[in-house]
């Protein structure tokens, strides 16, 4: 008999107005549901208006058509950080952020100032990247009164030199890939000591407004997705399913329990498969395009092992 189908949530919190209203939504239907998650927050300015410079991305026109950014975020947030000043998000949401560790669910960090990360990883040299890491270590364990074990980059923006500084963190695993299972990510010379746990599964914003995935039956179509015996991780926004789409995420609450697949989480899983670390993979970390989303995400590439004997 194969074992149960499991299922974790990872929750992106990206913005000021996400935390006020979207994170404590979440919690209240997580909680009515039964179901665990892992919230990773952003915890400094919220500069989410300059981000109008991805409007030079190819496909970020489309997606933004697809999705309705204006509807989703708010006039507000799409204008922080420019023609209004930017919120810091772990000083003005604190108790927020400490309900949900104290509500049983698990925490970590998504990033200092999503705007940079995001949209400036690539060109940051490692003791910039080293710098605005710690300034979201600090502003966690403030909050918190302890160190996060875990962290997810924003837009799964990751690279050799961002894991190293997880490594110097002493992180028990990064989520900052899309992929199939967790995987020691290559880092050119070595391979990262944090465990990463890639996103399995489309998000919610991949799949809107396409008429191949009709919305009254995007749940379906996840669910659809996870076999008997599989283990995936989802990847939800408190700005979309804690927002305008909290109706579809308890939608997909429910039909998990309907379908008997079972709830885990990040941190479940990086301890399960941390009991036999010779038995994880080392993959490089791959620049591609996601179906749905703009621009390159960091993704699971094939084992190391499978790649020289391509070579042999």
């Known amino acids: 008999m194969n074992p149960p189908a499991c299922l974790a949530l990872k929750i992106d919190v990206d913005t000021d107005r996400g935390t006020a209203i979207g994170v ?4 209240a239907d997580l909680a009515a549901a039964g179901a665990p998650a892992t919230f990773f927050f952003s915890l400094g300015p919220d500069n989410t208006g300059r981000a109008i410079t991805r409007v030079f991305r190819p496909g970020f026109l489309r997606k933004v058509g697809r999705t309705s950014v204006l509807r989703n975020y708010g006039l507000r947030t799409l204008l922080n950080g420019t023609l209004l000043p930017a919120p810091d998000i772990g000083r ?3 108790a927020t952020l400490r309900n949900v560790a104290a509500a049983g669910f698990e925490t970590g960090i998504h990033c200092h100032d999503h705007y940079r990360w995001q949209d400036h990883l690539h060109r940051m040299p490692r003791p910039r990247i080293a710098a605005e890491f710690q300034s979201a270590r600090t502003a966690y364990t403030a909050i918190f009164g302890a160190a996060a074990i875990g962290a997810a980059a924003p837009g799964w923006q990751c690279n050799a030199d961002s894991r190293a500084v997880y490594d110097e963190a002493a992180l028990l695993y990064g989520s900052d890939t899309r992929g199939s299972t967790p995987f020691f990510p290559w880092l050119g010379t070595r391979a990262g000591s944090a465990l990463e746990i890639p996103t399995t599964l489309p998000t919610l914003d991949e799949l809107l407004g396409r008429p191949e995935f009709p919305e009254h039956r995007l749940a379906e179509h996840l669910l659809a997705q996870i076999a008997p015996g599989q283990t995936h991780v989802f990847t939800l926004h408190a700005e979309l ?3 305008r789409y909290r109706g579809f995420f308890r ?6 329990r309907a379908r008997g697949i079972h709830w885990t989480t990040l941190e479940r899983i990086a301890r399960a498969a941390l009991t036999a670390p010779a038995q994880i993979p080392i ?3 791959e620049q591609r395009e996601i179906d749905g989303r703009s621009g390159l995400v960091a993704t699971q590439g ?5 790649i020289a004997g391509r070579r042999a």
């Open 92 to 94: 003005r949401h604190a």
């Open 251 to 256: 939608e997909l609450l429910a039909a998990v």
């Open 302 to 306: 094939l084992p190391l092992e499978i």
């Open 241 to 243: 399913e804690g927002m």
């Open 283 to 285: 993959c490089p970390l």
């Open 24 to 27: 404590p939504n979440l919690v």
